[in-house]
């Protein structure tokens, strides 16, 4: 019923820039909060940045002044801005959407890959 596909993950120097998109279609009524997370070889997922329907973000501490979360509400859209990128942040970033219609709903992209060099 909802479908989220990931992109702009890619091979980056330490100190450079991403930037991910999450692209939304299906039968979505209300989104009351979109979140990216990652997950890198042998450690757990881990959630990176949420942004509510009202607007309100938050950030894991250890991306806080590097990583911006915004959305596209007409375009059903989800960034994340990565500035300032280190090796610590490779991983696998899966955008994370939920939804509250009379229950709690959670969609999961396929993920995109973002590697950092040192």
């Known amino acids: 019923q909802v479908q989220l596909v990931e992109s702009g993950g890619g091979l980056v120097q330490a100190g450079g820039s991403l930037r991910l998109s999450c692209a939304t279609s299906?039968?979505?009524?209300?989104?009351?909060?979109m979140r990216w997370y990652r997950q890198s070889p042998g450690q757990q997922r881990e959630l990176v940045a949420g942004?509510?329907?009202?607007?309100?973000?938050n950030y894991v501490d250890s991306v806080k002044g590097r990583f911006t979360i915004s959305r596209d509400n007409a375009k059903g859209t989800l960034y994340l801005q990565m500035n300032s990128l280190n090796p610590e942040d490779t991983a696998v970033y899966y955008c994370?959407?939920?939804?509250?219609?009379?229950?709690?709903?959670?969609?999961w992209g396929q993920g995109t890959q973002v590697t950092v060099s040192s």
């Open positions: 942004i509510t329907s009202g607007g309100a973000t």
């Open positions: 994370n959407v939920g939804i509250l219609r009379g229950r709690w709903y959670e969609y």
């Open positions: 299906g039968n979505i009524f209300s989104i009351n909060v």
